[in-house]
């Protein structure tokens, strides 16, 4: 019992977190998870909507799990519940920009696991604890996943990559996901395994955090101008309550504070502290009320910032902005954007990129502060599908000379975005520049989103030969002789030819392609002038003038018996393979005897001017040297299936086969790019697929495609 004479003890008193200002009750219970308490979840889904602070608390979170940062926090002052131990730090995929299957092979890569399907992912995790590395793994901004927001990759890493994880009863796992992802990733588990901590749900409010982090913002020792609301304790903490109050517990609540603040603070003309009407309770209210401000019609902003809220990737290139702006408001709207960037400051964030191969105008880019406000933006405009389709059709605008190898890297990698989006993208998928020149993750992922009975067959080879231009992160002149020999293997040499016109310097030329299952060599080889002449005048019509009698260059493969246009090696051994005999220039089939075809001897292939070597799934051909180390290499050719047999004629014939097929590539040597043809560029506008364009030249290499290479944060 106290004495008369003694005060009563005081309550202790702790700081707030230095990064998030508040949100203890959340924190505490994330520490549980960390800290692995007794009744503690194995499995936290961190939800909310935009703007909420998910991304913020989990930083600061991870902030608290980092050995290293720890040392710069002084933790005594912070609410003992709310600081983990001192552990070593969880694996943080960053899944922004990234797929499911991306996003798997990061973590693969972190644990040093030897699987090579996904599906061995979760198993070769679940065995790590028995060897005494526990797996604790932090899953941040899901809802960023995906190169091309239209396809819905936030759903994909959910049901692909963390359900399958949470599964796994030796995982601990945290994943902050958007809120209507946020039950299907915790059904299905036991009772007492998942918690669901909804950052808009009462239980979890943070009134005290809200005023904080508004107080700091209005506070001049933070950087805010000298005001008589911000110089003021008592006046900068009436107003600081008076927002949040008003901004309330959700719906974007830390975002809605911040643009607040920020666009009180840059245009603090005719602002009254005591005006609660002039306080907004949404991100949307923001943008209204700032603008009504600054003597603007609210619509104005709005269709400022629209083609920022619609745009894909990191963000617009200045120069992109005011066309595209006027394009999704059907109106000429550049006087507005020359008076209205100063109205656009506060919601609109430079990017300045540096680096050899970015061109002047796209070294600056223009994003929206937070992804909160490109929701609000988006949320007004009527009709987005048909904004998208006029945003896609003046980005075709911008291609110069409709050349897709002059287009600039905005354009030419994410047009495909918004035509997704417009509804319109299968009816641009005609068009084999763009299939060599588009970064092909981007490509890929906008094309696999389109359901397949839309798509025409030049996007069908496109789609299929897409993993192997991501997987070898292909230039776009490989990207251009890979598509060129999937369009000859799909019978389509229309397609083709159309990329041999537009890439001169392609390495190679595809002669003939012919599916056959089932060959195991391949040789090239030579019939005598006789015997050629009197199979050539066999096939020949009657009016057709004979043959001159030359030796003529044939491809040998060994194929099962019963092949179409095969002759069996033992006739009464029906187990025996059989041979297939093919024109080498041509692909046609001829009805040869195999024993009268000649082999060139070892000195005609040591001798030749062109050698190549083969690994289990490429071939690689280089110039001959006047000395041993003086080969230059020609080109390497990639296949997503193993070669089963390869070789190469005096006169650079490739010929290549796999299980399914025999090819044959002319190899080219390098050459200058030509100008070519003008030519014109599809309009998916068009209600009938556009027919195959004229030539063009090649463009600059394509930079490369994020892979499972890059390894999550330790």
Known sequence: MTSPTQAPEQAKTHEP???????????????????????????VILTGSPGTGCSRLLTGFLMLCDPEY???????????????????????????????AQTLWLLAGHYELSATRTADIFSELGQLPLSGRPVTIVVPDVDRAGPVRGTGEPAHVVRDALKPLAAVDSIRLL??????????????????????????????????????QAEALLNPQFGAPAMPFTIDPDARRALAEAIARRAGDGAGSRLTV???????????????????????????????????????HPRILRQILAPLALAEGDGLPVHLLTPLASAAAERDISEDMARGMLLAAPFIRPIERAGEGIPEDERTLLGLQHPGIGEAVRAGIPDVPGAQARIAMELLEAVPDQDWAKAGAYVRDHIAGHSLEAGLLPRLLTDP??????????????????????????????????PL????????????????????????????????????????????????VGVDAVTIGKLPPAAAASDSAAEAPAT????????????????????????????DDPEAPAVLVQDLATGSVIDADPTRILRPSDDERATGPLGFSRGADYVRVWHRGEQNGDEKVVTALVSATPFTGTDLSPDGILLVATES??????????????????????????????????????????????????????
């Open 175 to 212: 994943a902050d996901v958007p809120r209507e992802l946020a039950a299907e990733l915790a059904e299905g588990l036991p009772p007492g395994v998942a918690q669901i901590i909804d950052l808009d749900a009462p239980e979890w409010a943070d009134p005290e955090g809200l005023v904080l």
């Open 469 to 516: 231009l991501t997987r070898t992160q292909a230039p776009a002149l490989l990207r251009a002789a890979l598509l060129e020999t999937a369009f000859v293997e799909d019978g389509l040499p229309e397609y083709a030819a159309v990329l041999r016109r537009m890439v001169p310097e392609l390495p190679w030329h595809t002669l003939w392609s012919v599916p056959v």
């Open 17 to 43: 977190h230095p990064y998030i200002g508040g949100r203890n009750a959340a924190l505490r219970a994330l520490t549980a998870w960390r800290m692995e308490r007794a009744g503690a979840p194995r499995v």
């Open 258 to 296: 911040h643009l607040a603040v920020q666009s009180i603070l840059m245009h603090p003309e005719g602002f009254d502290p005591a005006d609660a009407s002039q306080l907004p309770g949404s991100v949307g209210e923001v943008l209204d009320l700032h603008a009504e401000r600054l003597d603007t």
């Open 433 to 466: 520049g763009l299939f060599a020149h588009a970064e092909p993750v981007r490509l890929r992922a906008a094309v696999e989103a389109v359901p397949p009975e839309q798509l025409d067959a030049p996007a069908r080879t496109y789609l299929r030969t897409a």
């Open 544 to 571: 057709q003038e004979p043959p001159e009698s030359a030796p003529l260059a044939v491809a040998v493969s060994v194929v099962p018996q019963g092949t179409p246009g095969s002759n069996p090696l033992k006739a």
């Open 70 to 100: 720890r040392k710069g926090i002084e933790l005594e002052a912070l609410d003992p519940a709310t600081v983990p131990s001192d552990l070593p730090a969880p694996a943080v995929p960053s899944v922004a920009g990234l797929t499911a």
């Open 661 to 714: 097929g025999v090819k044959a590539l002319q190899i080219r040597p390098a050459q200058p790019s030509a100008a070519t043809a003008r030519r014109s560029v599809p309009d998916p506008r068009e209600a009938e697929p556009a027919q195959a364009p004229e030539p063009q030249p090649e463009a600059a290499q394509a930079p490369p495609a994020p892979g499972p290479d890059v390894h999550p944060t330790a």
